[in-house]
């Protein structure tokens, strides 16, 4: 189970997963790592910006850099050449995998599809894998209706 589960988390659980992480918690790191934790899906750098309006836009990047380091974010590319972050959902232990991510191509939004562990995909003999991206595209079901009604 992640450390995810809730939309919100309170500042000792932001702190447990910061120390496990191997990362020093300080306040600005703690409310960063809380925002991620209200993210249903994806989200760029302009997004946390907006979003915390008061941290400057280098230390939010930072910040974002450090938790991908430890493994709290992953980079999706999502073929939009726009560097988006997604947090690791599937970190269990000493492991992590992945899961699929779909892009609608009418809404643009980047989706976290938690229920498809990127370990199902089939490995080519003879080589190591290091990382899986996935992204599949189409249209997520809130376009869907407004499209096809």
Do not use: W
């Amino acid at each position: 189970m992640s450390n995810f589960a809730s939309k919100h988390i309170g500042m000792q659980e932001t702190e447990i997963i910061l120390q496990k992480a191997g990362i020093r918690p300080t306040a600005i790191r703690t409310l960063i790592l809380r925002e991620i934790a209200a993210i249903d899906n994806t989200f760029s750098l302009s997004e946390m910006e907006e979003r915390l309006d008061t941290v400057d836009r280098s230390t939010i990047f930072r910040t974002l850099t450090l938790f991908q380091e430890h493994h709290i974010l992953h980079e999706v590319d999502n073929g939009s050449g726009s560097k988006r972050y997604c947090r690791c959902v599937c970190h269990t232990g000493d492991t992590h995998t992945s899961h699929i991510h779909f892009t609608c191509e009418v809404c643009h939004k980047t989706y976290c599809i938690k229920d498809i562990d990127g370990a199902q995909i089939p490995r080519p003999e003879n080589f190591i894998i290091t990382e899986i991206n996935c992204v599949l595209k189409g249209i997520c079901p809130d376009c869907r209706k407004t499209q096809y009604i």
